[in-house]
């Protein structure tokens, strides 16, 4: 079985902490990526990653970085988490083909920020 | 730039078909998914269209017109369990995979 993992299903943090959440995959897939949902607004990419160090801004960046050091692992990273930032954050995974392109998602990590 | 537009809300009786559209502008536009996902759960695969006309995929068909920037996906013999959101996604040449507001959809009996 393929699998997408995120380290927590919930999370609680403080205003002003710095907060990392980490993803990995077994599918040897290249790219990865990075959403939050929140009703209403569908999925919004954060950032992509189509090569270990590479990455690519999606929609909304600001206040996140992200760090790719190895194929498996892709970390999304709250530099200073605000109220704001509290979501539903979803990792996925896809191959680098054009001609398969399906991908994979983790189950979530809903993160509160008090 | 780019845009996605889909309906927010479809609502259908068990038994019937159902049509989601969706328009698009991506730069460097390669493909169009969607992906299904049910309340709490995570969304899952359902078609991936390359190439203009029709992928059928047993109850579920999708469709795309490069020309236009418009597909849609088409579900047959609704059945209860079909009602989830359903997301277009078209796939850019980098592999970047942009989702949109997604389409909820209720069955109902």
């Known amino acids: 079985d393929v699998k997408v993992t995120q380290s927590s299903r919930y999370l609680v943090k403080r205003t002003g902490e710095k907060v990392f959440l980490e993803c990995v995959q077994d599918?040897?897939?290249?790219?990865m990526f990075w959403y939050r949902q929140d009703p209403g607004l569908g999925l919004r990419l954060i950032y992509f990653?189509?090569?270990?160090?590479?990455?690519e801004k999606g929609d909304i960046p600001e206040g996140y970085s992200v760090s790719r050091e190895k194929k498996e692992r892709f970390s999304l990273i709250l530099e200073s988490a605000s109220t704001n930032q509290t979501s539903m954050y979803l990792c996925?995974?896809?191959?680098?083909?054009?001609?398969?392109?399906?991908?994979?998602f983790g189950q979530g990590t809903r993160l509160t920020v008090v | 730039g780019q845009s996605l537009e889909q309906p927010s809300e479809v609502t259908a009786v068990e038994g019937a078909i159902v049509q989601i559209n969706c328009t698009y502008q991506?730069?460097?536009?390669?493909?169009l998914s969607w992906y299904q996902q049910h309340d709490g759960g995570a969304p899952t695969f359902l078609s991936y269209?390359?190439?203009?006309g029709l992928e059928e995929t047993g109850r579920f068909s999708s469709f795309l017109s490069r020309s236009d920037s418009y597909g849609y996906l088409l579900l047959q013999e609704l059945q209860m369990k079909d009602s989830a959101s359903y997301f277009c996604?078209?796939?850019?040449?980098?592999?970047?995979?942009?989702f949109g507001q997604g389409t909820t959809l209720q069955v109902k009996p």
């Open positions: 996925a995974s896809s191959p680098g083909s054009n001609s398969n392109t399906e991908a994979f």
């Open positions: 599918m040897d897939h290249e790219n």
């Open positions: 990653s189509y090569d270990v160090k590479m990455k």
């Open positions: 991506t730069s460097g536009f390669y493909g």
């Open positions: 269209n390359a190439l203009d």
């Open positions: 996604a078209p796939t850019g040449n980098t592999g970047k995979l942009i």
